[in-house]
């Protein structure tokens, strides 16, 4: 039963789940715009994913990712909104991966260095957050 482990290292390797770079479209987007988008996707997956655990943690991660999308609607320019939902999007899938694999993997140490990788990428994006 190598086979499952082997495709799903492969696929990690060709995808890297927590940092969507090869999604990015092609206009040029402010760094820090794409920060935010990269976080609002991100704190969306995170939510759902409480919700799916039934964690009350989820009412707070509600209130930081709204203050995200205000800093992201805040940020953004008016014609880039369809190519920051991209990001958004892609993020959001990343992360979301990144916590199935903390919650779900049967391997411990492939769960642990999920978990640690969405931690950090979670506290990069509260540090943005003024709260």
């Excluded at 820090?32 to 609002?40: D, G, I, P, Q, T």
């Excluded at 992201?72 to 958004?88: I, K, T, V």
């Amino acid at each position: 039963m190598r086979w499952p482990r082997i495709i799903m290292a492969a696929t990690l390797i060709a995808s890297d789940a927590a940092c969507p770079a090869q999604a990015l479209p092609a206009r040029s987007i402010d760094p820090l715009v794409r920060e935010f988008a990269y976080c609002a996707g991100r704190l969306s997956a995170e939510m759902e994913h409480q919700w799916l655990l039934s964690d009350p943690a989820s009412d707070r991660t509600a209130v930081q990712r709204r203050a995200m999308l205000s800093l992201l609607e805040a940020a953004s320019p008016p014609d880039q909104g369809r190519d920051l939902l991209h990001l958004r999007i892609s993020a959001k899938f990343a992360h979301a991966d990144l916590l199935r694999r903390a919650s779900f993997d049967p391997d411990p140490e492939s769960a642990n260095r999920a978990r640690l990788r969405a931690e950090v990428e979670l506290a990069h994006c509260l540090a943005l957050i003024l709260s």
